[in-house]
Each structure stands twice: as structure tokens, then as C-alpha cells.
């Protein structure tokens, strides 16, 4: 199975951009690459996904680098709510390859 | 509102006893699955289902198990065999028209083995 390696943790200060790296190096041209973030004592919720290219939504943006060994989730503003856990997910189709497998993710802090 | 619904929130358990946690999404999603969460860790996926009438085991899917007669109602048993039932368990939904679509997360019911 691709897998993908974060940071355990990072901090950010309040209305500052926040740049959330993932490395995954083994992932496959057909993977797609998901984030999700778990606020405490609640279900994840979806962030963002892309394929190849940067993505940007109302919550957030997804880099993407060219040989696809790597993305960043980018925060724009970062706000006290944005406080949560940040999981980095390769899926491909098909089978349990499409199923969302996680990891321990990134703990963001963000300070006022 | 369309969404997926987990139910109890907090559940207790005695040792020995069997306990069915519930999973209901009015999402008209195929797929359904079940992950566990402990304290500072990651989800650990138990069982899941692409479709009604069928489901496949996770990675720890031992000690657990599920039913999928609905599309609506993916409920999960856990057995007196499952050693250290304590924890947070979270169904998601999703639609199997590919991998580029969103996971949708119940709130989780936290499982306590008193």
C-alpha cells in the first residue's frame, strides 16, 4: 500500500499562513492524494484532494509537487479553529486499494 | 439534511458482553466502513462494505463483526472476543463512483469496557 510520512506535529500563530507538508514517495501514477482533519472528539471531515494539479477550495489549498513525491496542504489564515489533526490519504481505485487508510497525521497548535 | 449518524454517543460496556454500535447515512452512499481510534493515535480500519449483502474485513477486523442488509445501515458488533474493546469507533460513507470523491464521517460513539 502507498503510504505517506508527516510531521507528528507544528505550530502557527493566528492569522498566518500554515504550510502542512506530506511526503509520499511510493505513491503510483493513479493515486489520488486526500486530506482530511479531525477537530478533538469529533469525526474527520474532508479537506481537499487532487491528482496532479495544485487545487485550491474555500478551506483550503493542496500543492502538488511535479514528480507527485510530495504535497502541502496550505492554510491561508490560519484560525484558532483550524486547531486539529491533519491526515495525508492515498487512495486508487479499485478493490480495498480505494479505501481511506490513515496514519497518525499532523497535530496543528495555532497560538492567538 | 443528508448525513451519517452514529449512535450512542457514549457507550459502557461489562466485560463479556456483546455491544452493537449504530451507523445509519441518508447519503444514497454505496461503501460504508468502520475504523477504530485510540488515544493519540491514527483510524484503524475494522470492516468495511461496497455494497449491500457484502462487506470485507479491515485490518483488525478480529473480535468485530458487521451486516450490511441496507444501503442506509452498516451496524458494527463488538464481541466479548475482542480483548481491548475500549475506544473511539467512527463510520464514514462515501459514493464508489471513484476515489476522487469525499468521505463523509459520522461524530464517533466512545466505547467504554467497565
Known amino acids: 500500500d502507498a503510504k505517506t510520512t508527516q510531521p507528528n506535529s507544528m505550530e502557527s500563530n493566528e492569522e498566518e499562513p500554515v504550510h502542512l507538508p506530506c511526503n509520499h514517495s511510493?505513491?503510483?501514477?493513479?493515486?489520488?492524494i486526500h486530506w482530511y482533519r479531525q477537530l478533538p472528539s469529533q469525526g474527520p471531515e474532508y479537506v481537499i484532494h487532487g491528482l496532479t494539479s495544485n487545487v485550491n477550495n474555500r478551506m483550503a489549498s493542496l500543492a502538488i509537487a511535479e514528480d507527485r513525491k510530495s504535497s502541502t496542504l496550505i492554510l491561508h489564515r490560519a484560525t484558532l479553529r483550524d486547531a486539529a489533526v491533519y491526515y495525508c490519504?492515498?487512495?486508487?481505485?479499485?478493490?480495498?486499494?480505494?479505501?481511506?487508510?490513515f496514519g497518525k497525521g499532523t497535530k496543528l497548535s495555532v497560538k492567538p | 439534511d443528508g448525513g451519517i449518524t452514529q449512535s450512542p454517543k457514549y457507550l459502557f460496556r461489562k466485560e463479556g458482553q456483546n455491544v452493537t454500535l449504530s451507523c445509519e447515512q441518508n447519503l444514497n452512499h454505496d461503501a460504508m466502513y468502520w475504523y477504530r481510534q485510540d488515544p493519540g493515535q491514527g483510524l484503524r480500519l475494522i470492516y468495511y462494505s461496497q455494497i449491500v449483502n457484502d462487506f470485507q474485513k479491515g485490518d483488525i477486523a478480529e473480535g468485530y463483526s458487521v451486516s450490511r442488509e441496507k444501503k442506509e445501515s452498516f451496524p458494527l458488533t463488538v464481541t466479548s472476543a475482542q480483548k481491548n474493546p475500549t475506544a473511539f469507533y467512527l463510520c464514514a460513507s462515501r459514493t464508489n463512483q471513484g476515489v476522487n470523491t469525499e468521505a463523509f464521517f459520522g461524530q464517533g460513539t466512545r466505547l467504554t469496557v467497565v
Open positions: 511510493t505513491i503510483s501514477g493513479t493515486d489520488y
Open positions: 490519504i492515498l487512495t486508487n481505485y479499485g478493490g480495498s486499494q480505494g479505501n481511506l487508510i
